[in-house]
């Protein structure tokens, strides 16, 4: 079974740890495989007594009509306003790379959530977010702590250089 792709090689992890992280998944909508949320992973798990049947397996997702009643609609992707570019990643960018990244840049400013520029936390930096610029190559993004909704471009490289995969 560790043969297996993704999750299903993850049977002999510890049940409250595995429904911990579904919890901050499906709450936080941090899909980090290191995401938790040990204080709602109980309610994972349990199903009322009158819907458990031994021919079904016996754990239940139930997804209310209005999604606003369990989790707070605060979440949301945070507002770029505006993107300037560090000393380090004005070294690091090719003139041939300028326009996808003049291209991604407006896109993040108009719309953070559009899907093809990939905007997403970096777990492997603290405060650090990635955004995609073209099927080869990424950015990573920290916000500007002085100014809300400025954020700065610090490193450059191929989605492989940037440690995604």
Known sequence: MKLQPGAYARFDEGKIEL???????LLDLNLSQTARREDQ??????VPEELLRKTLCPEYFVRPSDLTIWISPSWKLPT???????????????????????NTKEKLIKNS??????FKR?????????????????SHLRPVSQSPGTWEAVELGTHGDMGHG
């Open 41 to 46: 992973a109980l309610w994972v798990g349990i």
């Open 19 to 25: 429904e911990g992280e579904l919890a901050a998944n």
């Open 80 to 102: 770029v306003s505006n993107v300037i570019e560090s000393e380090e990643f004005k070294k690091l960018i090719d003139p041939s790379w300028m326009k996808g990244w003049k």
């Open 113 to 118: 959530a559009i899907p093809g520029i990939r």
């Open 122 to 138: 970096w777990d492997k930096k603290p405060g650090h977010w990635s955004v995609r610029i073209n099927d080869n190559f990424r």
